[in-house]
């Protein structure tokens, strides 16, 4: 070994080593500071800055982006968005999946559900490309739906559950299944189909204690008390409720524990228990206070202020009313803010203060509707005018009726201008239309004219395509029929005739015993054997009596005997070949076509072996025939009449033909013809 090798070695084995000390120290920092975030961030922060690569990196990136999460949005937005670089720069697609991911529950927890969107899937898109990261698209389509969930598009959030549920059955995944039900419980419960919610968080209860999920089973038990709750069965709902907390004490699960306090207390405030409604309700208010979960802890706060007015406690509902408003006004939360703001007027009212329960009441309408935000101050300012003196009430009176009636007009003409403008969209949308349904009805005449011309061309060349069939047709058949006609008149006339004076030779030779034994009598008579044979030859080869009496097979193998006589190498080579599979016409074309290539390596190869090779497959006939012979240069040498002659029957069957040649080596000749197009051609 090198000693550049070895340096190079023992700098890769370095930076090996670097990168499990780092990943050792994350997994140091996460066992012993857990609990404690502030040294947990820290150790990460420092590990991530000792990084001395984008590998090293990637790792405490991660684990920063998903602690902040559940502390700091927009850290965990950072550092979820510096993960994905890393990951990409890395080029390693599951990492980017888990990143995008990641960046889309910060979108979601933040309420961008359209970003939110798009990242979940692109990362169910990134894990589902490769088959070892499936499991992993269990995230992105569960997320999928419950965002869909939140913007009230229930019917694409059960379809993303319900894909999620078969990717579970796939990959035989039963963890977490029954959270996937009770999603879609809640989504059918937003929906309103109580009773089909109350069949589906039946079925995640069983599949939840199969699991041994007890989170997810108080979950469902909570969940399923609700519906229970809005079909109106108390004792029912009571005792899910009941059956969620006992799960979530014993889990110490503080999120669920309070979340079921708060459902108990709404539930006893229904049935007018309030001393028991107002226990639950505290009990939750002081866990929320401890989780530091603003928004759970603003609907408990409301809840106390609900509780501690029907109890009669206005000093208690004054407290928690003014509590809750800065942090309902700090996260922006227009619903609570509105019912908040209607309880203080009612409490200001009760207390005899005039002027804040005004304050109230201008606040509940201003968040009400911001379309009437100035009737609204209005109105609120006349009624503290006249809380503050008796003797205006008339005139405060008759000034709301006119603000009312301002209203009522000011509404009646928005709703003559929106009328209006309805009917101004919709002149613009009908003309819109007008004129794309003529775009489309010329678009429609030319891609009609278009096609008829592209039709008609097709018919024009399929007839000069027949016609060029017929016209080859003709010519080959008239080329056999004056093969035939020669091959008799050889046969029948000239090979007669020869015969006849080989006859009249022979009585010749007998009346004169001397002409035996004259040279040029037996010249003449070996040429007048020789005529003979070459007149059967020329007959033969025109029209073979073995290709129409013993078939194919046994005429190439006459065609090649003649062949094995002269001293040549040749052989013939039958695959799955069947005489039935051709016609006599098909026959003869192939027979002329071997006879073709046979003649022209005798005549121009100089080869010693020869192979023809005859073989069918499926629906086409292979032809082969190969040499040895000096060979050409395919791309520099024309076609002969030999050569053209056969492209011509091959073209007329249908088939390809392609000839390799190499100087010096040999040539090749392959033919593929298409028994069913022939079959097609003929008829």
Request: glycine share 6%; net charge negative; with cysteine.
């Amino acid at each position: 070994m090198s000693f550049q090798s070895v340096t190079d070695h023992l700098i890769h084995c370095k930076k090996r080593l670097g990168r499990y000390v780092i990943l050792i120290l994350v997994i140091l920092c996460h066992a012993f500071s857990f609990g404690q975030k502030n040294q947990y961030v820290d150790s990460l922060e420092t590990v991530l800055s000792l990084a001395g690569s984008t590998e090293d990196s990637l790792i405490p990136s991660r684990f920063l982006a998903r602690h902040f999460m559940r502390y700091d949005l927009a850290k965990s937005l950072h550092y979820s968005e510096s993960y994905r670089r890393l990951a990409e720069k890395l080029e390693d697609l599951h990492q980017v999946g888990v990143a995008n991911h990641y960046l889309g529950l910060v979108n979601r927890l933040q309420g961008n559900y359209s970003e939110a969107l798009n990242y979940f899937e692109q990362a169910y898109r990134q894990f589902n490309s490769n088959p070892e990261s499936l499991q992993s698209c269990l995230g992105p389509l569960f997320n999928l739906g419950v965002v869909y969930q939140i913007v009230a598009a229930y019917d694409k959030a059960l379809d993303y559950f319900y894909r999620e549920l078969d990717l579970r059955d796939s990959l035989g995944i039963t963890n977490g299944y029954g959270n996937t039900l009770n999603s879609i419980g809640v989504t059918l419960k937003k929906m309103g189909d109580y009773d089909q919610a109350l069949i589906v968080y039946d079925e995640a209860l069983v599949v939840a204690m199969e699991a041994g999920d007890s989170i997810d089973f108080s979950n469902i038990y909570n969940n399923r008390g609700t519906v229970k709750e809005l079909l109106g069965d108390f004792e029912g709902a009571m005792q899910d409720y009941k059956l969620s907390l006992q799960l979530d004490l014993e889990d110490q699960y503080s999120s669920g524990i309070a979340s079921t306090y708060q459902s108990l207390a709404n539930l006893y405030l229904h049935n007018h228990q309030l001393d028991s409604s107002r226990q639950y309700a505290l009990k939750a208010y002081q866990i929320q206070s401890g989780l530091g979960q603003l928004k759970e802890l603003i609907h408990c706060t409301h809840d106390l202020v609900r509780i501690s007015l029907e109890s009669g406690n206005i000093d208690d509902a004054w407290m928690y009313a003014e509590i809750i408003t800065p942090k309902c006004e700090e996260l922006g939360i227009p619903e609570v803010l509105m019912n908040n703001f209607k309880l203080l007027a009612e409490i200001y009212h009760i207390k005899g203060k005039s002027e804040l329960e005004a304050q109230a009441l201008r606040s509940q309408l201003l968040w009400k509707d911001s379309l009437y935000n100035q009737q609204a101050v209005e109105t609120a300012r006349n009624l503290q005018i006249r809380y503050e003196t008796q003797e205006k009430e008339q005139a405060l009176a008759s000034l709301q009726k006119e603000n009312e009636l301002n209203g009522l007009l000011i509404s009646k003409q928005r709703k003559w201008q929106f009328l209006l403008l309805a009917a101004l969209g919709l002149l613009i949308f009908f003309l819109i239309l007008a004129i794309r349904l003529y775009q489309l009805k010329i678009e429609s005449h030319r891609l009609r004219a278009d096609q008829e011309r592209i039709l008609k061309e097709k018919r024009i060349k399929e007839i000069e395509a027949n016609n060029r069939i017929l016209q080859m047709n003709a010519v080959l058949q008239g080329q056999e029929a004056e093969r035939l006609r020669i091959a008799k008149d050889l046969h029948d006339g000239l090979g007669a005739l020869l015969s006849t004076v080989k006859l009249h030779f022979a009585s010749v030779q007998r009346e004169i015993e001397s002409l035996a034994k004259l040279n040029i009598y037996q010249k003449a008579n070996d040429l007048l054997d020789n005529a003979c044979t070459e007149v059967r030859r020329i007959a033969h080869n025109m029209m073979p009596d073995a290709l129409s009496k013993l078939g194919l097979i046994q005429a190439l193998e006459d065609l090649l005997e003649g062949l094995r006589l002269k001293g040549q190498k040749v052989s013939l080579e039958i695959i799955n070949f069947k005489e039935d599979d051709l016609t006599d016409e098909m026959e003869l074309m192939v027979y002329r076509i071997i006879q073709e290539l046979i003649n022209n390596i005798t005549r121009h190869a100089g080869a010693n072996s020869i192979i023809v090779q005859l073989s069918v497959h499926g629906e086409e006939l292979f032809i082969s025939v190969e040499d040895d012979g000096c060979g050409f240069d395919v791309d520099e040498t024309s076609d002969g009449i030999g050569l053209k002659n056969l492209r011509s029957r091959v073209v007329y069957l249908g088939g390809e033909l392609e000839v390799e040649s190499t100087k010096g080596v040999g040539t090749t000749t392959n033919i593929t013809i298409p028994l069913a197009v022939y079959s097609s051609t003929e008829s």
